[in-house]
């Protein structure tokens, strides 16, 4: 057999046979190989689209059960949040791609640089994600039996998104630290990884960051004119006045006979829906379960998807990938257009409804 | 030091001769201008998407909402996925997912919709609140007690 020169990973075991430590034993080229794979991450794919089909089929039953639930819980959905969810992951998904295109042409560098993208951009999800979901927190919106009704006094105590930045805080304290030790060490490898970790870490505030500033400026916000919860702020004092003040409107609501504030929370009379019982545990809770259930699953998606492109920038920054070995990229990329896929669908489901 | 030069492979590929697109034989990279043209495109109809939503166009709301998704979905999958260029069988399997959850959702709405109207919707609201005085009792008594007159 001939050889081949392509190189090996730089702690490649030292085969007393003929092919290279990137191929298999029991494929007999590179391209069986990639095929291979594929395939298994294609069915793979097809689990998780029936995966999801299952909550997909949850929302679609209860929508042509109970239309009307759906028209008075959207309005709880901040849709430029979510159409900037989408602009973020369909960018995530051109670099990706591109990421593959990279790992075909061995790259080594874009490889790199368009992993490290992708990955800020899905932190950037999750940072809005995070305010969205810390916002809906505030207000009661829950998953049905903890849906809180408009008027009920028992405030939600704590500043969820406070709570919420506490861990990617940590992360990215600690990705620092690894950047300047490893660039005071002059050690590529390691700059190549904790450089993309970090850059990531603080695309997850600059998502908090654009959350707060477009949750503060809705109208259907109670009394938090200013950006609120911003953990940025050094007063966290600020944050708990602003954060009461959404309480205390909910405190006014339900005192009866007391007046209505103009930011109010919502009140199904001025919405426009007949039923007032949609305001309860068993309709607009069931909503937001629903919602929470879809979204948070693939946020869980994402969050995996994380996990695996920094694997992918480790496995890049030793130079492991090449025109004859690319199969991971490609099919985490699958994987990470998969993600989109969803959210393309999730989307215009949860927060277009009119 | 960059190691891109690849001389020969094991096997001699059938398949090589037919691809010829960059380095190695097998592999398909995209091209930038595609991708940046499918990104486009997909952002535009992101745009459409949530500007028809301000739109009133009653039940057909649904429709044209899920036509555009399916459309970026196709464009993701065709493009981005590079299943236009992939084998059959991958695209096969996928395409089977996708009629299936049709299955799945079309039975499951089907068979709710036509038990929906015979089912009896007890109001959450109603059902919290105290239950009505019982109604007076029924002549049981009266059939006891013979009347004096």
Known sequence: MSDISIPTSGQADDHSHDHPAWLAHHFDDAEQQFDSGKLGMWLFLVTEVLFFSGMFVAYALFRSLHPEVFVYASQFLNAKL????????????????????????????????????????????????????????????????????????????????????????????????????????????????????????????????????????????????????????????????????????????????????????????????????????????????????????????????????????????????????????????????????????????????? | MSHTTVDSSVHVDSHGDAHGHGDGEFAHPASITMLFSVFFTLLALTILTVWQSTLDIGAAEIWVTMGIATVKAGLVILFFMHLLWDKPLNAIFFLSSIIFVGLFLGFTLTDAQGYHSTVEIKDTLEASLPPAPAPAPAPAPAMTSTPTT
């Open chain 1, 82 to 354: 979510g159409a900037i969810n989408t602009g973020v992951l369909l960018f995530s998904s051109l670099t990706m791609a591109w990421a593959v295109r990279a790992a075909q042409l061995s790259q080594q560098k874009i490889l790199v640089s368009m992993l490290a993208m992708t990955l800020s951009c899905a932190a950037m999800f999750l940072g809005v994600k995070a305010v969205e979901y810390t916002h809906k927190w505030d207000l009661g919106l829950l998953p049905a039996g903890m849906y809180v009704t408009q008027g009920i006094a028992e405030p939600l105590h704590g500043n969820w998104l406070q709570i919420l930045c506490i861990p990617a805080a940590v992360l990215a304290v600690a990705f620092a630290a690894w950047y300047l030790f490893a660039l005071v060490g002059r050690n590529q490898f390691q700059l190549q990884i904790a450089g993309p970790l970090l850059v990531a870490a603080l695309c997850f505030f600059a998502g908090v960051q654009l959350g707060v500033f477009l949750e503060s400026g809705e109208s259907h916000g109670a009394g938090h004119g200013a950006a609120h919860g911003d953990h940025h702020s050094d007063a966290s004092g600020h944050s708990h006045d602003v954060h009461s003040g959404v309480v205390d409107h909910l405190v006014a609501a339900s005192i009866p006979g007391q007046a209505f504030p103009n930011e109010v929370l919502v009140d199904p009379k001025r919405v426009g829906i007949d039923q007032p019982d949609i305001n309860q545990r068993g309709r607009a809770g069931v909503f937001f379960g629903i919602y929470y259930m879809m979204t948070g699953v693939h946020a869980v998606h994402i969050l995996g998807g994380m996990a695996v492109i920094t694997w992918l920038i480790v496995k890049a920054a030793r130079h492991e990938f090449h025109s004859k070995y690319f199969g991971p990229v490609d099919n985490v990329g699958l994987y990470w257009h998969l993600v989109d896929f969803i959210w393309i669908f999730l989307f215009p489901l949860l927060y277009l409804i009119r």
